[in-house]
């Protein structure tokens, strides 16, 4: 097989890519920077796609990788009325990941945590956490 560190880079990189995909289909994170272009200092709403926390996890029979994926979505104070669809389209984007993922496949995706809080200048920031487990092909 592959060494353990080609394990750890490929499913995360490809865990990652597949959540910016996902995140860049979802109707109330089209105009957001970050998925895309990457943006300039201070453009809001943003959102940042943390690269994966990796363990080792599989079956019996089959390696693997458990991912915590880390998505944080910032807002204006004037735009707070918005974080809420953000927020519900990160989290659905996280949990429909499944099947194959380059030479992986997702065997769970499941929501771990959401927190919302209100960062310095009356910036609101939204941090989505996800536990991905992923099986080599």
Known sequence: GKPKDA???SGAEAVRAALLVTL???AALIDVA???LEPTAGSLPRIDVAWPLASDWGTKTEAGRELRTMVTLRVAKGQR???PAMVEATERAGVSLSGAVDSWSVAS???MRTQI???RDG???ARVEHR???LEN
């Open 132 to 134: 991905i487990r992923i």
């Open 123 to 125: 910036v609101r920031v």
């Open 81 to 83: 009325e918005r974080l």
């Open 109 to 111: 995706a499941v929501l």
């Open 34 to 36: 970050g998925l895309g």
């Open 7 to 9: 394990l750890v880079m």
């Open 24 to 26: 860049a289909t979802e």
């Open 117 to 119: 809080a209100d960062d």
